[in-house]
């Protein structure tokens, strides 16, 4: 199996030690992306709707370095520090999967990283 750590200048620069993702193969696996702006290296300020779009962005960002698309994703992990922020949450998201959304997991935590109010992780899969 070939692994290959993905990286670009257009989705932030991980806060630890672990890569933006790892290319398996097909699939593709990427660390939780919380809303940070990549030119500035902050959290965005703003409501779950703002956090969500950059959130997104960030994760496009991943996948077209690889050459892939949002359509590629298969499967989606939500961290949201409250859960009644679900339904405006919910809206922005489904803003970036009109059609054949993917499996997701939506789970309340009680923080994140920079004081976000999101985080979400992604497998994707290069069709054959």
């Not at 696996?29 to 990549?38: A, E, K, V």
């Not at 922020?85 to 923080?111: C, G, H, I, M, Q």
Request: net charge neutral; proline share 6%; charged share 25%.
């Amino acid at each position: 199996m070939s692994l290959d750590v993905i990286y670009t200048d257009k989705a932030p620069k991980p806060i630890g030690p672990y890569s933006q993702a790892i290319k398996a193969d097909n699939f593709v696996f990427g660390s939780g992306q919380i809303p940070i702006d990549p030119k500035t290296g902050e959290i965005i300020k703003g409501d779950i709707r703002q956090q969500t779009r950059q959130v997104m962005e960030n994760i496009k960002a991943i996948l077209e370095a690889v050459g892939m698309s949002l359509e590629n994703i298969v499967s989606v992990f939500v961290f949201l520090r409250d859960l009644s922020l679900f339904a405006d949450f919910n809206e922005e998201y489904s803003k970036f999967f009109t059609k054949n959304p993917p499996a997701r997991t939506v789970v309340e935590v009680t923080n994140l990283p920079k004081g976000a109010l999101l985080e979400i992780s992604f497998i994707a899969h290069r069709g054959t």
